[in-house]
């Protein structure tokens, strides 16, 4: 959604570093660049110049010119004024003292209402609520028949006493559903309501005589967040026809500029509330402005990603996987491999994973172009192999191979490249697992590259350093070796213990390097 305007201010502050300082021409440049990237990303104009004059008053202040690292400022002033535009803090759901909670939704037509209704209900329902839906859409063509597919789905029941299609009132079947909630003890109510122009009055008073009849806790807008520059004067126009407590965006996960969710809240003074980023029924969540913020300028959403972890992982099974990595509760099979696979596939798409870490917008079109159906491969492959094959993959011979291959529909390299990577994983989690550290960094201890030889293997003799040549010349190459050993024995003893002198007198050496007082009892 915001790849545009991430990847401009990347290139932005890409030009400040290395400067220990900030010339007023650098502010100014600066300030230009992120104006016509705002701009671009289809930012409302009063947005944009609100923006940029905040950016360029602060980026002038103390917290700029004393700074060590002035574009490491620059970049957390503008982090700071996203999250301020963006509502700056979360706004959370409302709930009914008494009796209970009415959110009514509305918004224009082909928003994505009607699924939303149902993603809202899930969300509600796992917070521990008991949540019913209305089906007060009563114009659009097999809009009660959606939302009664989309509630069996996830498991919500539908208040839809109207078939639709132009029939039936939906200001009584709204009051009627509060009525109905009571009675079967639900305690949130989502109304959808039909979908409307900003300039169609009509619908307009519609929905204000659905608000004025069930007193809604929560009137929620809902917008696309694809709809570009005229988001702002819809909100608005909705804002003043039918009024509002917050914003929902839909369609995230769309190519669009993404510039209405950085106009809405500021201009209304509305919060966006609720977010929807994807087509399954779990794709919606609480809108951070924080994290949203972090996710433009290419900082990643990495709490997001470890809330979505919490809810997906099986606690007992990861424990165990753990505990195997461990070398405490058995070998890792590739049964484990495939549990632990299948558990990271209820996050969603891999590419989205991997969106929602830190710097990974460089790599915006390796993530773009990653084909989902690999991780299906390496499942039907290890579902080919049989019990005893998965616990040990070093049975797995030529034969064995080809007919795995056969069995998956795939290439025998295929299942040769899977168990070879499975080995090399598994090394690589086990050494981590054991407090080993990352294999193949130089410097960590027990892997790869650090200090000492690994075991069962000689230690890699080091190449000489360039000395003084020796001549071809018998006679001379004899004086010349005298010489060097004259030279090491008039040499100073070293106090270290190194090549190069004998034992040594420690305190005689210490007391030759001029230590503070009473520095010898450390020497002893």
Not at 238 to 252: A, C, H, I, Q
Not at 376 to 401: C, F, H, L, V
Request: glycine share 10%; aromatic share 4%; hydrophobic share 40%.
């Amino acid at each position: 959604m915001f790849a545009t305007l991430s990847d401009r201010l990347a290139d932005t502050f890409k030009n400040l570093r290395g400067k220990g300082r900030l010339s007023e021409a650098d502010i100014d440049a600066t300030a230009r660049e992120i104006r016509i990237a705002l701009l671009e990303a289809d930012v409302a104009l009063p947005v944009v110049k609100e923006f940029v004059a905040a950016v360029k008053e602060r980026a002038r202040g103390e917290e700029v010119s004393q700074a060590l690292n002035p574009a490491q400022q620059i970049v957390k002033i503008v982090n700071e004024e996203l999250v301020a535009i963006l509502g700056g803090e979360t706004r959370r759901l409302r709930y009914a003292k008494t009796g209970p909670t009415v959110i009514m939704l509305a918004g224009l037509q082909g928003a994505g209402k009607t699924t939303l209704a149902a993603k809202l209900a899930l969300w509600l329902k796992e917070q521990g609520k008991t949540p019913m839906l209305v089906a007060c859409d009563l114009q659009r063509p097999n809009a009660v028949r959606q939302l009664e597919v989309n509630g069996e789905r996830v498991g919500v029941p539908v208040f839809a006493p109207e078939p639709g299609n132009g029939v039936g009132d939906p200001v009584s079947v709204a009051r009627a559903s509060i009525e109905e909630a009571k009675r079967r003890l639900h305690d949130v109510v989502i109304v959808d309501t039909a979908g409307r122009l900003g300039v169609d009055a009509e619908l307009m008073q519609q929905a204000s005589d659905i608000r004025d009849a069930v007193t809604p806790d929560e009137v929620l807008f809902v917008v696309d967040a694809m709809i570009g520059q005229d988001a702002v004067s819809t909100a608005q126009a909705f804002l003043d026809g039918v009024g509002y407590d917050g914003v929902v965006l839909t369609k995230l996960d769309g190519d669009a500029r993404g510039g209405a969710a950085l106009s809405i809240a500021s201009i209304t003074g509305k919060p966006v509330m609720f977010a929807s980023n994807g087509e399954k029924m779990t794709d919606f969540d609480l809108f951070h402005p924080d994290r949203m913020a972090s996710r433009i300028l290419d900082m990643g959403d990495v709490m997001t990603l470890i809330e979505q972890a919490e809810k997906a992982f099986d606690s007992e099974q990861a424990m165990k996987a753990a505990a195997k990595l461990s070398g405490q509760g058995g070998e890792f099979t590739l049964d484990d491999f495939l549990e632990q696979m299948q558990q990271v596939r209820k996050l969603g798409s891999m590419s989205k994973i991997m969106g929602m870490l830190p710097g990974m917008g460089q790599f915006r079109e390796q993530l773009e172009n990653f084909d989902e159906r690999e991780i299906d491969r390496i499942q039907a492959i290890i579902q080919s192999m049989t019990p005893a094959e998965r616990a040990n993959p070093k049975i797995i011979d030529g034969s064995r191979r080809a007919r795995i291959a056969k069995g998956s529909g795939r290439q025998v390299s295929d299942v040769n490249q899977l168990v070879d990577r499975f080995f090399e994983a598994r090394k690589m989690m086990m050494q981590m697992a054991r407090g080993g550290g990352f294999p193949g960094m130089p410097g960590m201890p027990g892997m790869p590259g650090a200090g000492g030889p690994k075991k069962g293997k000689a230690k890699p003799q080091q190449k000489k350093g360039k000395g003084a040549k020796r001549s071809g010349n018998p006679a001379k190459a004899a004086q010349q070796a005298a010489a060097e050993k004259e030279k090491a024995a008039a040499a100073p003893a070293n106090p270290f213990g190194m090549p190069g002198g004998e034992d040594v007198d420690y305190e005689k050496a210490a007391a030759a390097l001029d230590l503070p007082k009473d520095f010898s009892k450390f020497l002893k």
